[in-house]
C-alpha cells in the first residue's frame, strides 16, 4: 500500500502458471481474423471504405488488452522504465517488414503511400508529438481507446487533439513553404532506395531491418535491471528480475478492480505461456498492419482530427474550406457539394474500429471498462499529487501538442512509427526517433524519481 505519494506501491508478484484457454482463444480468433484481412488484400486492392472498421477492432482490441491507452504505461515507456509497448511495436515492425516487402517481391499490389521526407516540419512536428506524449501519456489512436475503455480523462485529451490539428490545419498556407515545401525530398523507402528499386533487393534489405527490430523483442530487456528479452520466455527462458520491477501493484489492481485474472499475467508477459499469446498478438498485429496496405491504404489515426475540425468549420462556415489550403485538400468541394472522405478515406471508419475495439475489449474481454470515473496516472500522481484539474489541463495541452505535431510531420504512432516504420519509409523512422528521443528527454525531466 501507499500511504503518501512518495511511497512505491507493494507490488504483486506475477505466479507462474496456467492463465487458462480464454486468451488463447482471443489470441487465436484475432490472428485468424487478421489472416483473413491478409488473404483479403491479395485480391482486393481498393475496398471499400466500410472495411476499415475491421482492422480497426482488431487493433483496437489488441491494445486495450496490452493497456496500451493507459498514460501511465505510455510516459513509462517512452522513459525506458517499462519498455514492454516499445519492443512489442519492435516486433510488430519487424515481422510487417518481412511480410510487406515478400508480398511485394512476389508480384502483390500495395498501396504504399510513403509519406514525404521533409526534414524541417517532421522534425520540429517530432518535437512537439514527443513532449505532448510524455504530458499526457496519449497517442492520436490511444485517445480513441481511452475513450471505449470508459477513461474520462481521454475526453481532455480528445478536446485537446481537436483544438491542436484544427490550428495546424488554420496556419498551414503561411507556414507550409518554409516547413513543408522547403527540405522536402518526396516519398523516400529506405529498401527501394538501396535496392534500386529492385524487388527482391529491397525484400533482402527489408530481411536486415526486421532482424534489427525482432532483435529488440530478443535483447531489449523489459526493465532497466532486467537480463533478458521477452524472446526469450517465448524461448522458455525467464528472467527472475522482472518479478522485482513489476508493474502489477495493489494500486493497479484498485484501478481495475473488476479485471479478470487472465489479464494481468498476459499483459506482463513475463511467463513463458503469457509471452507465446503475446507473440501471437503480435503476429496479427503485424498482418493486419500490412493487409490494410494491400487492401487501401496505411494505418493511420492523425488525420481525423483534422478532418473533424474541418467538418466544423464547413457546418459554420462552408465558404472559408476553400481559402484554407490544408483542408480544401483535405476536404474538396466539387461542384459546391463536399466530398467527406474522397482524401481521407476509411480513417475515420478504422478510428471508429479503434473505439470499438477498446470498448469491446474492456467491457467484454478484460473487463476493464472504468465507466468514466476519476482516475489519475500513479506516476503523475506521484510527482504533481491528486489534482484532477492540473491533471486534465496537463492532458490537454499534453495532447493539443501531439496533435499538432502530428500535423505538422504528416503522420502520427501510426501513420509515421507504425505503418512508416513498417514500410521503412525514411520519413516515418527519422519522425520515430525524434519523438523517442523527446518523450525520453521530456519525461525525465518532468517526472524525475516518480518514475521508479
Known amino acids: 500500500m501507499t500511504e503518501n505519494g512518495n511511497e512505491r506501491p507493494v507490488q504483486l508478484k506475477v505466479k507462474d502458471e496456467k492463465v487458462g484457454m480464454m486468451p488463447w482463444m482471443i489470441a487465436l480468433i484475432l490472428l485468424f481474423s487478421s489472416l483473413l484481412l491478409f488473404i483479403g488484400g491479395i485480391f482486393y486492392h481498393h475496398a471499400n ?110 478536446s485537446g487533439g481537436l483544438l491542436g490539428a484544427l490550428l495546424w490545419s488554420l496556419i498551414y498556407g503561411p507556414l507550409s513553404g518554409a516547413l513543408v515545401k522547403a527540405a522536402n525530398y518526396g516519398p523516400v523507402s529506405i529498401a527501394f532506395a538501396l535496392a534500386n528499386g529492385n524487388a527482391v533487393g529491397a525484400w533482402f534489405v527489408g530481411i536486415l531491418f526486421a532482424s534489427a527490430f525482432i532483435g529488440m523483442w530478443f535483447f531489449i530487456p523489459r526493465f532497466p535491471k532486467g537480463t533478458k528479452g521477452c524472446g526469450w520466455h517465448f524461448l522458455g527462458k525467464t528472467d527472475p528480475n522482472e518479478q522485482l520491477h513489476s508493474p502489477w501493484t495493489t494500486e493497479y489492481e484498485q484501478r481495475y478492480p473488476k479485471m479478470r485474472k487472465w489479464v494481468m499475467p498476459v499483459a506482463e ?32 489515426e492523425s488525420t481525423t482530427f483534422s478532418w473533424l475540425g474541418g467538418l ?20 474538396p468541394i466539387h461542384n459546391g457539394t463536399l466530398d467527406v472522405l474522397g482524401k481521407i478515406g476509411w480513417e475515420p471508419i478504422s478510428d471508429l474500429g479503434t473505439f470499438l475495439g477498446g470498448l469491446i475489449s474492456s467491457v467484454l474481454l478484460t473487463r476493464r471498462w472504468m465507466g468514466y470515473k476519476k482516475d489519475i496516472p500513479p506516476v503523475w500522481k506521484k510527482r504533481f499529487g491528486s489534482s484532477q484539474s492540473k491533471r486534465n489541463w496537463a492532458v490537454f495541452w499534453g495532447a493539443f501538442m501531439v496533435l499538432f505535431g502530428a500535423r505538422m ?21 527519422l519522425f520515430g526517433a525524434i519523438v523517442l528521443l523527446t518523450a525520453y528527454i521530456t519525461a525525465h525531466l518532468l517526472y524525475g524519481k516518480a518514475l521508479d
Open 312 to 331: 466544423f468549420i464547413y457546418a459554420f462556415w462552408p465558404k472559408a474550406i476553400p481559402n484554407l489550403p490544408y483542408l480544401a485538400n483535405l476536404l
Open 269 to 300: 508477459a513475463s511467463t513463458v505461456e503469457a509471452s507465446r499469446i503475446v507473440f501471437i498478438l503480435a503476429l496479427a498485429f503485424a498482418i493486419t498492419t500490412s493487409a490494410v496496405i494491400m487492401l487501401r491504404q496505411i494505418f493511420g
Open 49 to 158: 471504405v466500410w472495411v476499415g472498421l475491421f482492422p480497426g477492432i482488431i487493433l483496437g482490441m489488441m491494445l486495450e488488452m496490452w493497456n496500451f491507452a493507459d498514460p501511465d504505461v505510455i510516459i513509462k515507456a517512452v522513459a525506458w522504465r517499462d519498455r514492454l509497448l516499445l519492443i512489442c511495436f519492435g516486433l510488430v515492425v519487424g515481422i510487417s517488414i518481412f511480410l510487406l516487402y515478400f508480398v511485394n517481391m512476389l508480384g502483390v499490389h500495395l498501396n504504399w503511400g510513403f509519406k514525404d521526407l521533409y526534414f524541417w516540419g517532421i522534425i520540429i512536428g517530432a518535437i512537439f508529438f514527443g513532449i505532448g506524449t510524455a504530458i499526457a501519456g496519449y497517442f492520436p489512436g490511444t485517445i480513441w481507446i481511452s475513450l471505449g475503455q470508459g477513461r474520462r480523462e481521454g475526453w481532455w485529451a480528445l
Open 409 to 429: 510531420a504528416g503522420g502520427c504512432a501510426s501513420g509515421h512509427i507504425l505503418s512508416g516504420s513498417s514500410q521503412l519509409a525514411a520519413s516515418g523512422l
